[in-house]
């Protein structure tokens, strides 16, 4: 029997730790698939196509420079996650841990996804060089930060050069970040 997991995410925007997950996966797993979600109670900077072409284009690199392991497609999806890694017939979940915080809500979600779907997850501690970036911490730096140059140890290049489009083209969401850094808000 062959071994699917699936790696669930927003990748709003990709990050070089979520690089790091999917290239661990790929040799725990026989197959992984990177499923870009959407969830439509969430503003998210790049469009669910934007997201899932710059995993794909990422993870093809990834794959390229690392040809062994296990193949890697990149899937989007809506709805729960558990019901899309069953209907691809994936037998796990894999998942990033970053620090503590990150651990405490896996592991609920992962006793939620065990005792209602059947689902097991796979752990992955993240590489030290990335336990502190985060998505959201990418797109508040994008936001208020003066140069995008500063994100060049947490995104791939293609990544802040999205970024630097999504900025110069005004997105609502820098707006948001913009009018909350103003007020000292996190």
């Known amino acids: ?16 730790g979520h690089l790091d997950v999917i290239a661990r996966g790929r040799r ?4 992984l698939v990177v499923a870009v979600g959407h969830n439509p109670g969430k503003l998210a900077l790049f469009s669910l196509e934007e997201r899932t072409e710059l995993a794909r284009v990422l993870t093809e690199e990834l794959v390229a420079r690392e040809p062994e392991g296990a193949p890697v497609r990149v899937m989007s999806y809506s709805g729960l996650t558990v019901d899309f890694a069953r209907s691809i017939g994936a037998t796990a979940l894999l998942r990033g841990v970053r620090n503590l915080s990150d651990l405490q809500y896996e592991v609920q979600q992962a006793l939620t996804n065990r005792e209602v779907a059947g689902m097991e997850t796979a752990f ?6 990335f336990a502190y970036t985060s ?43 913009r009018a909350r850094g103003s007020m000292g808000e996190e």
């Open 1 to 16: 029997m062959a071994h699917l997991a699936v790696f669930p995410g927003s990748f709003d925007p990709i990050t070089f």
């Open 28 to 31: 725990l797993f026989d197959e």
């Open 124 to 129: 992955v501690v993240a590489g030290q060089s």
């Open 135 to 177: 998505s959201s911490l990418i797109r508040q730096i994008a936001a208020l930060g003066q140069s995008l140059d500063a994100l060049n140890s947490m995104v791939p290049p293609r990544v802040v050069e999205a970024l630097r489009r999504k900025r110069e083209e005004g997105h609502p969401m820098f707006t948001q970040l």
